[in-house]
């Protein structure tokens, strides 16, 4: 069965880090391209940051530029996303996305594969 684990969410301070995992079980990452998602309440589904299947090419969104890092390790087929200096708006549900292509999407649609979700909260 192909499926994608995201884990590494909880709550945490304002300014504070996380680090979320995304691990495929049942299919191998080295041919897809990674998206991370968030989801908060009453909003829609938003692009956070993507890397490209060979880790060569990545993209942020604006709001998480210079806080957020997505890397991969393909050898344990696994994508990752620390998140620093988090913000009260960083709250959401993150969700992790396998695409086969090369170059990553900031569009939901684009993904074949869905991880089921992580909470992040951050408050004080």
């Known amino acids: 069965q192909l499926q994608l684990v995201e884990s590494g969410g909880g709550l945490v301070q304002p300014g504070g880090s996380l680090r979320l995992s995304c691990a495929a079980s049942g299919f191998t990452l080295d041919y897809y391209a990674i998206g991370w998602f968030r989801q908060a309440p009453g909003k829609e589904r938003e692009g956070v940051s993507c890397i490209s299947s060979s880790g060569g090419s990545t993209n942020y969104a604006d709001s998480v530029k210079g806080r957020f890092t997505i890397s991969r390790d393909n050898a344990k087929n696994t994508v990752y996303l620390q998140m620093n200096s988090l913000k009260p708006e960083d709250t959401a549900v993150y969700y992790c996305?396998?695409?086969?292509?090369?170059?990553?999407?900031?569009?939901?649609?684009?993904?074949?594969?869905w991880g089921q979700g992580t909470q992040v909260t951050v408050s004080s």
């Open positions: 996305a396998a695409d086969l292509n090369y170059h990553c999407s900031a569009l939901p649609y684009e993904y074949d594969y």
